[in-house]
């Protein structure tokens, strides 16, 4: 054993300044808290909330409990970013590939998109969506349908509702596909290992993906109908849609400048993943033989993704995170509903805001073990 | 000469479809430059729905029949090389001109010609276009806040003397070139606080925070003449020992009324906002966040294993939630934790949670330098007897820092877009000033003209970093 002071000496100090610190809050806290006759503790989750929520994806009114309101506030910031991830996603791989288009006007374009966009701040461009751009809709009995089903209103999309019967069967339909075609799949790469036969694999996944489904409507008995918002009066000046499906304009606002913002930094992900793969390797694989969408398919898009995945992982974490800028333009999010209206309610400011910040890491943290794996799944395998 | 083959345009009937081409390029172009500037439409005779797309057809044909591969005429072959190389580019091209052409009216007609300047109350405002009578009106309260009229010359001031003081580097001889890393670490944020805490605010507002900051600094330059060996029981103990006897053994109560400044009226930090209040929160967080990171970089790349778990902790910690629940944290849950008699100024939590939140960012991106650098330097600087903090101090962290300089430049460019967050605690810097005047019963309905204005203030703060890193980085890249 050779412990020498210098190495203890240290590691003491600091880790006794951080006690410290910790001790020197907590002590605060409880001084604090017994003369303002606050009692500390989550029995307050139990209790009925009575406040009301704007939009919701579960049932919920005042007469639920605070954990209920804390369910329907991480629901929202949930749906937003995972809307917000899937909409940046696409955008940002045609941006990015644009970028590296060789027509000069698509590439400008595209480099002036990523240069605007990602330069404004995020809370500005939320701002201007919700009181400037969404501001100057039409009233909903001025709006007109597009194809005949979507009104863009003032109070937000509305769009049809599906009416599903036997839903059951057509979700078991589909999965039954995603199994197939996994089966499938490897199946066709035994085939070619073994034998060097080559299965449209392809085509046999989007066949199956359309035709189990198609099935399931004509045999399976399911049905689906549609409900189409139709206008309203209420009182003379004062008309809604009803039916259908309404997104509220907070969560239009927010989900289209989350997702241009985040398209940008997902685009330079893109363009730097495809740029980093070597031009001999596009030359070499061309030279075996290999058609141009074997070279994209086989040579260059597994090396890109190794590059493109952990930049882009953080950037699904930032959507997620910037989607607590919700509370700035009252979409009903985990901090609007729970840091903000609950905290309002019960004063519970330690209990709250720490249950917030737990949540917002446990989601985080989630989703980079996601991405962890999946990087991992698809890393160089060295041997 | 034979028939010629319009399926298969080639260079033995090069004029005629050259001639051809262009003519129905530019005819498709013209037809759209017309229909969006002077609102004629000369396809009018024709059904809608063709008439939409006649422009379209007739340019995309005009580009096919000019798409001749090594025509001999320089231009064209540019032409073609870069918007016309296959069909799918010849329309991606079109449309994107068309959407040019379409959009340039518009906009322009909004920002200038339909928009008006004059006058000072809403009634100029009937145009179409936008009202910058609006941004006129309010643009001491968009720079300022709500500071006092008869006060900014104060803010101008201190930021022409930082901007000033900070371009010092330029202008430095051979001679003092080696100092100016010293005045730029320790000297220069001393005097910009003190400007900004003494000029701006004219009272003893950061008063408690200032010892930190004196001691602090103070320690730093006595810690250059410290022999090495004692340098860490030094850090440990002295910048306390200093703030302890600065705050309860030097500076007396009637020493702060000393510090007042004679003839400058006190602003509270409630009262400052607008831009200004941006540069100031930028500023300070930039200061602070960067020791903060690089301390905690260092710590998570210690050997001491208690020392890294505390380091990871801290950096996975900001790392994992949103600014806006640390500024919640800082508003409401923070003076909870404090002695009940124990105020800090919000503009001040605001600031300690923003470093905070923006360090453990720094923090990551120099470890990233940090772990890029050979191992090999890290022995040769071992091999010639140098203890920990002199290796970091004159091998690794410069070669680091200068590895990572677009990150660090990403993460302040981030740090400034996260400034409007502040309204959270209830500071009101430019976008939250222009909340408050969208709500201004006189002005109502002008929210587009003000959020625009302060888009393009934003985009050009950021660009400009963004492009001065750009030229950092180019500097300073060495071959390794």
């Known amino acids: ?383 | 000469m034979s028939s010629i083959n319009f399926l298969k345009p080639d260079r033995t009937n090069l004029n005629t479809f050259l001639y051809l081409g262009s003519f129905l390029f530019f005819i498709s172009i013209l037809d759209v430059f017309l229909n969006s500037f002077f609102r004629l439409n000369l396809t009018g005779f024709l059904p809608n729905f063709l008439s939409f797309l006649l422009p379209l057809i007739l340019g995309f044909v005009g580009l096919y029949f000019i798409r001749i591969e090594y025509s001999g005429i320089k231009n064209l072959d540019l032409l073609n090389k870069h918007i016309n190389t296959n069909n799918f580019n010849a329309v991606l091209s079109l449309l994107i001109i068309f959407i040019i052409i379409k959009s340039i009216p518009p906009i322009l007609s909004w920002f200038v010609i339909d928009a008006s300047f004059a006058g000072d109350t809403k009634d100029v405002c009937t145009g179409s276009g936008a009202c910058w009578t609006y941004i006129k009106v309010w643009i001491r309260r968009f720079m300022y806040g709500m500071y006092p009229n008869a006060e900014q010359w104060r803010i101008n001031l201190s930021f022409v003397a930082l901007v000033l003081l900070g371009s010092v580097g330029y202008f430095a001889t051979d001679k003092f070139k080696k100092y100016l890393t010293l005045y730029y670490v320790v000297i220069y944020p001393l005097i910009a606080f003190l400007f900004i805490f003494f000029f701006i605010s004219g009272g003893p507002v950061f008063f408690d925070f200032s010892y930190g900051i004196i001691a602090a600094i103070l320690s730093i330059i006595i810690g250059f003449f410290i022999p090495s060996k004692f340098k860490f029981y030094y850090f440990l103990i002295v910048p306390l020992a200093l703030y302890i006897i600065l705050k309860y053994f030097l500076f007396f109560e009637e020493y702060i009324e000393l510090g007042k400044l004679d003839g400058l009226n006190w602003v509270e930090t409630g009262a400052w906002g607008g831009l200004s209040l941006t540069f100031i929160i930028s500023f300070f967080c930039l200061i602070f966040c960067f020791p903060i990171g690089m301390a905690f970089a260092l710590g998570r790349r210690s050997e001491f294993p208690l020392i890294r778990y505390i380091s990871v902790g801290f950096i996975e910690f900001w790392r994992g939630v949103p600014l806006i629940t640390v500024l919640f944290m800082s508003a409401v849950m923070f003076p909870m934790f404090l002695p009940e008699d124990f105020f800090i100024d919000k503009l001040v939590r605001a600031i300690i949670a923003i470093s905070l939140f923006e360090a453990a960012y720094v923090a990551e991106v120099i470890r990233g330098g940090l772990q890029a650098l050979p191992r090999g330097q890290y022995e040769a600087a071992k091999s010639l007897g140098m203890g920990y903090w002199k290796m970091h101090i004159f091998v690794i962290l410069p070669q680091a820092l200068k590895l990572v300089i677009p990150g660090i430049a990403n993460t302040f460019l981030a740090l400034v877009k996260d400034t409007p967050l502040i309204f959270v605690v209830g500071l009101l810097e430019i976008v939250g000033m222009l909340n408050l005047a969208k709500t201004n019963p006189k002005w109502l309905g002008f929210a587009m003209e003000g959020y625009v204005f302060a888009a393009i203030i934003f985009w050009i703060i950021c660009y400009a970093m963004s492009k001065y890193s750009y030229n950092l980085e180019q500097k300073y890249k060495t071959d390794r």
């Open chain 1, 1 to 383: 054993m050779n412990f020498k002071l210098k190495d203890i000496v240290p590691q003491l100090i600091t880790v006794l300044a951080v006690v410290l610190v910790f001790g020197f809050f907590t002590y605060n806290a409880q001084i604090n808290m017994e003369n303002r006759g606050i009692d500390f503790g989550y029995g307050f989750l139990s209790q009925e909330s009575s406040f009301d929520v704007q939009f919701s994806l579960i049932e919920y009114d005042g007469s639920h409990s605070y954990f209920r309101a804390y369910l329907v506030g991480l629901l929202n910031t949930i749906l937003v970013s995972v809307i917000g991830i899937i909409i940046a996603t696409i955008l940002g791989v045609i941006v990015g590939i644009a970028r590296l288009s060789p027509n000069y006007l698509i590439n400008k374009f595209a480099a002036f998109y990523v240069e605007f966009f990602r330069n404004i701040p995020l809370l500005l461009q939320i701002f201007f969506w919700y009181f400037a751009a969404l501001r100057a809709l039409p009233l909903p009995q001025d709006a007109e349908a597009m194809f005949g089903v979507f009104f863009l209103t003032i109070k937000g999309l509305y769009v049809p509702a599906f009416i599903w019967q036997n839903f059951n069967i057509f979700f078991y339909s589909i999965i039954a596909a995603i199994i197939a075609i996994i089966v499938i799949r490897a199946h066709a790469k035994k085939v070619q290992e073994n034998q060097g036969k080559q299965i449209p694999v392809f085509l046999i996944s989007i066949g199956l993906i359309f035709i189990l489904p198609l099935l399931s409507f004509l045999i399976g008995g399911v049905r689906l109908s549609f409900e189409v918002p139709v206008l309203k009066q209420l009182a003379t000046t004062s008309f809604i849609y009803e039916g259908g499906v309404s997104l509220p304009p907070e969560l239009i606002a927010l989900t289209l400048s989350l997702s241009l913002y985040t398209a940008t930094f997902i685009a330079e992900c893109v363009r730097a993943g495809i740029q980093g793969v070597g031009k001999g390797q596009k030359e070499a694989a061309a030279s075996i033989g290999l058609t141009p969408n074997q070279v994209l398919k086989l040579v260059i898009m597994p090396q890109a993704l190794r590059i493109i995945i952990p930049p882009t992982t953080n950037q699904y974490l930032n959507l997620t995170k910037n989607s607590s800028l919700a509370a700035a333009i009252a979409y009903p999010d985990l901090v609007l509903v729970f840091a903000g209206t609950a905290l309002m309610q019960t004063g519970k400011a330690i209990e709250i805001v720490s249950i917030t910040m737990f949540t917002y890491l446990t989601l985080s943290i989630s989703i980079s073990i996601l991405m962890n794996w999946y990087n991992k799944k698809i890393a160089i395998q060295e041997k």
